[in-house]
């Protein structure tokens, strides 16, 4: 039982999916085969619930946490990297007071729609491993947005953000029914994140690791709006930027390891 309350949601999912394909393949009974089909339309819904927003049908915290511990994971396993952007609506709160909420609220589905588009989403009814290999958003809350790209370095990491930053901005210009909106983003690596807090193989949890990437990321979302929004901000710009005593308040307890690392 401890194993199981072990296992996060896409691992209990898929476990239970290999579960109910045994129970198929050793009954012959016709009637337990309709309930087994029942229970999987069941599941289906509950595991919507369970991993998605209701709002933009993206992944929500649950899932987010899910991929981070396999990524992680694998990274410090087989030296796996991945990226990990994350966007934010420009100027939304004004969209907010301005437009009423249902407004800011189809503004976050649209960003949502053209992230997807924009990516290689994988399907969530797979393995945990195939999810893994795909390009993950995930609404974390407000207006919000992760993607988490496996196998992408900073340079490629920043080349999709970027690519999905002007997939937004043009969705919206070409459109007449929402105010146009720009996004900001904030690009953090595995690699790099590792890089600069465990410079001497320091051990480290996948939480504090994971703690770690969306920190930088935030910071360097940060740094974009600092800089005029509309544009994607990278861990290696915070490295080369000016600390200002905000940036300084969103890095937190990394501040010094991001100022040991810039003396190197």
């Not at 649950?62 to 511990?69: D, E, H, P, R, T």
């Not at 800011?104 to 195939?130: E, F, H, M, T, W």
């Not at 193989?201 to 504090?208: A, G, K, L, M």
Request: proline share 3%; glycine share 6%; charged share 30%.
């Amino acid at each position: 039982m401890n194993e199981i309350n072990d296992l996060n949601i896409f691992e209990l999912l898929d476990l239970e999916r290999r579960l109910t394909e045994r129970i198929v393949k050793k009954t012959k009974s016709s009637e337990i085969k309709k309930l087994l089909d029942i229970h999987k339309k069941v599941l289906s819904r509950l595991s919507d619930y369970a991993i998605k927003d209701p709002l933009t049908g993206l992944l929500n915290r649950n899932g987010y946490v899910a991929i981070l511990q396999g990524l992680i994971k694998e990274g410090f396993e087989n030296g796996r990297d991945f990226s990990h952007v994350l966007f934010d609506a420009d100027h939304f709160k004004r969209v907010n007071d301005a437009y009423g909420h249902d407004v800011g609220d189809k503004v976050l589905k649209l960003i949502a729609r053209v992230i997807c588009q924009g990516i290689n989403q994988p399907s969530y009814s797979g393995s945990y491993a195939a999810i893994l290999h795909g390009e993950n958003p995930i609404r974390i809350g407000g207006e919000e947005i992760v993607v988490i790209s496996p196998n992408a370095d900073a340079p490629k990491g920043y080349d999709l953000a970027d690519k999905l930053r002007e997939n937004i901005e043009n969705s919206f210009n070409s459109q007449r029914e929402l105010p146009s909106i720009t996004v900001s983003g904030g690009l953090a690596t595995f690699d790099g994140v590792r890089r600069i807090i465990c410079p001497m193989e320091t051990n480290y949890s996948w939480e504090e690791i994971a703690n770690a990437i969306y920190v930088f990321s935030d910071s360097a979302l940060y740094l974009s709006k600092e800089k005029g929004r509309n544009r994607i901000s990278t861990l290696d710009d915070i490295l080369l930027a000016q600390l200002s005593p905000e940036m300084k308040k969103k890095l937190g307890n990394l501040i010094k390891s991001v100022l040991d690392y810039k003396k190197e």
